[in-house]
């Protein structure tokens, strides 16, 4: 069965990095878009990033641009989120998504398997 | 970037009674509107994609109706397995693909 476990859950203080890993199984990884969502404590979702199910197209919300890069590797059926330049308001609980629909770059599907979700704290 | 603005953003409901949920969009995202349901400590779960299809293993008395920017999710018999919160999203055309701020259902 489909199965997404990220991983790097940590305490961080402000500035520094951290990367996140979401690990796939139960399906062809290499077909798929892959998205990242968090989501603060006792707050709403946010659309964090996707990468295109061969990596060509990326997009990042504006929250997170220039700090935050999304990635794959699909030989490893792994997807990542390099952080840099964390904030405080960064600290979230981090999911990883997979797009419905396999083969389309992104876009106009939902997203229908969510891994468990990892807490990022940013604290000094 | 396209806003979602849900309502109402709490709802309190007893077992058996009929819910609707709005959502609105900022602009026209035709029917790229897709219903999640979220319980606490869980990742959020499908529930309708493309503004009206039941997404496998949802049982019927959820349904999604709507296009262009204003959708809704109704809920025809609640069972208490269906207090949660839940959330519209848009994935209209390219990123950022929003969600709405999340409505709480409530046990009345």
């Known amino acids: 069965q489909v199965q997404l476990v990220e991983s790097g859950e940590g305490v961080v203080q402000p500035g520094r990095s951290l990367r996140l890993s979401c690990a796939a199984s139960?399906?062809?990884?290499?077909?798929?878009?892959m998205h990242w969502v968090r989501q603060a404590p006792g707050k709403g979702l946010e659309w964090v990033a996707v990468i295109s199910y061969d990596g060509s197209n990326k997009y990042h919300a504006d929250s997170v641009k220039g700090r935050f890069t999304i990635s794959r590797d699909n030989s490893k059926n792994t997807l990542y989120l390099q952080m840099n330049s964390l904030r405080v308001e960064d600290t979230t609980v981090y999911y990883c998504?997979?797009?419905?629909?396999?083969?389309?770059?992104?876009?106009?599907?939902?997203?229908?398997?969510w891994g468990q979700g990892t807490l990022v704290t940013v604290s000094s | 970037d396209i806003q979602m603005t849900q309502s109402p953003s709490s709802l309190s409901a007893s077992v058996g009674d009929r819910v609707t949920i709005t959502c609105r969009a900022s602009q026209s995202i035709t029917t790229y509107l897709n219903w999640y349901q979220q319980k606490p400590g869980k990742a959020p779960n499908l529930l309708i994609y493309a503004a009206s299809s039941l997404q496998s293993g949802v049982p019927s008395r959820f349904s999604g109706s709507g296009s262009g920017t204003d959708f809704t999710l109704t809920i025809s018999t609640l069972q208490p397995e269906d207090f949660a919160t839940y959330y519209c999203?848009?994935?209209?055309?390219?990123?950022?693909?929003?969600f709405g701020q999340g409505t709480k259902l409530e046990i009345k």
């Open positions: 139960g399906f062809t990884f290499s077909s798929y878009a």
């Open positions: 998504a997979r797009e419905r629909s396999p083969g389309i770059t992104f876009g106009g599907v939902p997203f229908d398997y």
């Open positions: 999203q848009q994935t209209y055309s390219t990123p950022p693909y929003t």
